[in-house]
């Protein structure tokens, strides 16, 4: 049975680090990446302590969903949108 512990503790390495890069990295897709695979050895390690439910649900909100729409979100983000001055306000550089 110790040989269980050694891998409870090698998930919880793995998911300290990925957190430490979400929090740490400068590019923005990296730290989405990074927060999968906090999903991903989150999934794994509740499937050793024996909750595979969890485990499922874990896998499709914390590894796929939620940075498929972290992804989607910085891409809106990085989009152009020109100011075609439709409000009537002054630009700060015409002052």
Do not use: Q
């Amino acid at each position: 049975m110790t040989g269980f512990w050694v891998l409870d503790y090698l998930c919880l390495a793995g998911i300290l680090t990925c957190a430490a890069l979400v929090v740490f990295m400068n590019n923005r897709s990296g730290s989405v990446m990074a927060l999968s695979g906090v999903g991903t050895l989150m999934s794994v390690l509740f499937v050793v302590l024996g909750a595979p439910d969890v485990a499922h649900a874990e896998v499709i909100v914390g590894a796929i969903a939620l940075p498929v729409l972290y992804l989607v979100a910085i891409g809106k983000i990085r989009t152009d949108v020109p100011d075609r001055g439709e409000l009537g306000e002054e630009h700060a550089s015409r002052k």
